[in-house]
């Protein structure tokens, strides 16, 4: 089991960049497939950007690629989400997840979920 908490979020002007960060418990972390994936007021949830166990894979959602890139610190349990030339559709809640299988941006696949942090992006 994995305990995960985000943190970072806030608000910035369009243009801006933001680094989210994902603080996660548990001596397996190394083993689970980590994601950020985000929800919009009266959305889907949504991949964001996902990365493998070793680091070797990782996928964007279509709307980001190009700006957002994760990364994770197998040492420190942590993952990371850096955004760039946010703009204002970026605004959502943004969550931090585990997944113990393959690697995949299926979000129904993910077993754990973080609290969630608010980034809002000003026009």
């Known amino acids: 089991q994995v305990h995960l908490v985000e943190s970072g979020g806030g608000l910035v002007q369009a243009g801006g960049s933001l680094r989210l960060s994902c603080s996660a418990s548990?001596?397996?972390?190394?083993?689970?497939?980590m994601g950020w994936f985000r929800q919009a007021p009266g959305k889907e949830r949504e991949v964001v950007g996902v990365?493998?166990?070793?680091?070797?894979?990782?996928i964007y959602g279509d709307s980001v690629k190009g700006r957002f890139t994760i990364s994770r610190d197998n040492v420190k349990n942590m993952v990371y989400l850096q955004m760039n030339s946010l703009k204002p559709e970026d605004t959502a809640i943004y969550y931090c997840?585990?997944?113990?299988?393959?690697?995949?941006?299926?979000?129904?696949?993910?077993?754990?979920w973080g609290q969630g942090t608010q980034v809002t992006v000003s026009s």
């Open positions: 997840a585990a997944h113990s299988g393959d690697f995949s941006g299926d979000v129904g696949l993910y077993d754990y």
């Open positions: 990365i493998s166990r070793n680091e070797y894979m990782r």
């Open positions: 548990g001596r397996t972390f190394g083993s689970y497939t």
